[in-house]
């Protein structure tokens, strides 16, 4: 199966830089929270989607060290 290559993009960009989309995402959850407490529902629901793009990519994260001999 071929990846789209913005898909491809944004994993490489995400092993290289790990900590930094981390703190953005969560960044980005909190921010969406604190609208949310405001606005009303839309934004609280908004709020997860950071989170689940984060653990999308932290969970299909492949392994940089191959362990086949």
Known sequence: MKKNKLIRIVSHNFHDYKMSCTMFLLGLSAG??????????????????????????WFNERKTTDISL
């Open 32 to 57: 969406f929270v604190i609208l949310g407490n405001k606005f009303g529902m839309l934004y609280l629901i908004l709020s997860f989607l950071p989170v689940f793009v984060w653990s999308l990519l």
